[in-house]
């Protein structure tokens, strides 16, 4: 081994990571930075790339401090990302004309109904890159920042600009501007990429008035994406696996083989499905995407992908915003405290309900409310909502790909609660399997970086690795219909259409 170390960066929506993975799999050290949010105006979301930055590359060199790590003695780096989150910077001073656009920021949603309001166009989107034409890809964004950065469209066109999702972004500045490159998996997040072809399609460009200059390089997950050059940090150290968070999830939880899935419990909630090297198509909203694949993997590999927009960051309202909750932790506890929610269901549509309804304009709600529902009836009814919403995308997908899923892999922050566990193993009916860890997501990206490299010499490697799993099995009388039936006439009445 050239190293005895993978380090993963893991930068999220609302904080940038750092981990220290060893050749057994383990996490032997983790750094978390916070980052502020940025809310311009109603359903605008923004980052200032500069914390995205200082916060990622702040984390990463305080791994190293804490944990003495000589840099010699770290192998490679894999990165995964919050996805679709938009950035353009100028190539010459590598500085940002603007925030970075997030990914639920809804500011797009007009010119997406321009562009995409003629049924034979989104059609021929879906059909491209296996998306529905939506706000929330990248393609609306960068043509946004285009439109109303001023001067922003005259620089791109002299080719002076360059776009990137936040894992180009942070290459560009961990090389120190010597590499411009993004993953399939992050490229196929954008709704201008071919995900057939395998290209930057000229046709989606042309619609979204974005020129091709302005894009990165589309590599392999598992590939070479230079060395660490930043003055600020230890030197060369190489870059060698990329992926958005949710394949970086789906490939951590080893899910390699077609009918594998996951669902991972983050700021948003994202089940995604390995349909193998079928890219399947969906009748039920869901999106196809490109998943994570391995050097020894041939070919390229798909998945199905149902999205929840407010899943982690439901909670963070409840605590921050309505004063319900001290600790998120605090949730468990408080929805055991009543038996069930008499009744109130909250539908947390903040920023539009994702798959399968795709209501862009639909925003949040509580129904059922009477003069003895608490506190706790609330907060047990926004975790349900979590669960109903990921039963939703399961019941969809196993219609869209003609297979039944004998369990469900869960990660992310909120798979640690217990109470959500269980309820979520009794609305699917079947077992919900939580590894020993839920860093799926870091643990993807350093398994795709030491895969390139040889620090891991195959995925049999990987796959003898020490997996401990506590597993949820559905309790017997669980009154599953009329749960269901609550929750689907709440969604009803927040619909828009």
Known sequence: MAGRYVIALDQGTTSSRAMLVDAEGRI?????????QIYPHPGWVEHDPADLLSSQLGALTELLLSQNVDPADVDSIGITNQRETTLVWDRETGEPVGNAIVWQCRRTAPLVERVCGDPTVAEAIRAKTGLIPDPYFSASKIAWILDWIPGARERAERGELAFGTVDSWLIWKLTYGAVHATDMTNASRTMLYDIHGLRWDPWLLDQFGIPASMMPDVRPSAADYGVTANPGLAQGIPIRGVAGDQQAALFGQRCWEA??????????????????????????????????SAPQMEGVDYALEGSVFMAGALMQWLRDEMGLLDDVADSDALARSVPDTEGVYVVPAFTGLGAPWWDADARGAIYGLTRGAGRAHVVRAALEALAYQAYDLVEAMEEDAGVSMTSLRVDGGASRNDFLMQFQADLLGRPVRRPRDAEATALGA?????????????????????????????????????LLAGWRDAVARTRTA
């Open 28 to 36: 032997r050290g983790c750094v978390q930075r916070p980052f502020p």
């Open 446 to 482: 350093a398994y795709l970086a030491g895969l390139a490299t040889g620090f891991w010499p195959d995925l049999d490697a990987v796959r003898a690795l020490p997996a401990c799993v506590e597993d949820f099995t559905p309790q017997e009388g669980f009154a599953r219909d009329a």
């Open 259 to 292: 009918g594998d899935a996951k669902s991972t419990y983050g700021t948003g909630c994202f089940l995604l499905m390995n349909t193998g090297h079928a890219a399947c198509d969906s009748a039920h909203g869901l999106l196809t995407t490109i998943a994570a």
